[in-house]
């Protein structure tokens, strides 16, 4: 596995691997991304930890519509992705740790 960090209000959306753009015709699926129930606070900043298949090489963020209060043209990040040893070291730097359970 995989993992990055994604702030809250922002989603993913095109995802790449070894042979370019995910191409769902060929995988016969969409690839498996998934947020997990961890989530950290850094500089007054929401970010969910999601986990993602090795086949991943990178995915675009960019923020949610439905999560804009105003509207912006928005940028869109490719976000490199990290190891599981990384994901421990933001975790254990990270101002606070919280689960989803307790965020509403």
Known sequence: MKYF???????????????????QLSWGRKPEIKRLDCG???QQEILWLYAVEDAVLMVEVEPRQDFQATPSIGQVVLKRLISA???????NHAESIFNS???A
């Open 5 to 23: 960090f994604l702030s809250d209000g922002w989603t993913y959306g095109r995802v790449w691997e070894f042979g370019g753009l995910w191409d």
């Open 40 to 42: 950290v606070l850094q």
């Open 85 to 91: 040893e990384q994901a421990i070291e933001v975790l």
């Open 101 to 103: 359970a307790t965020q």
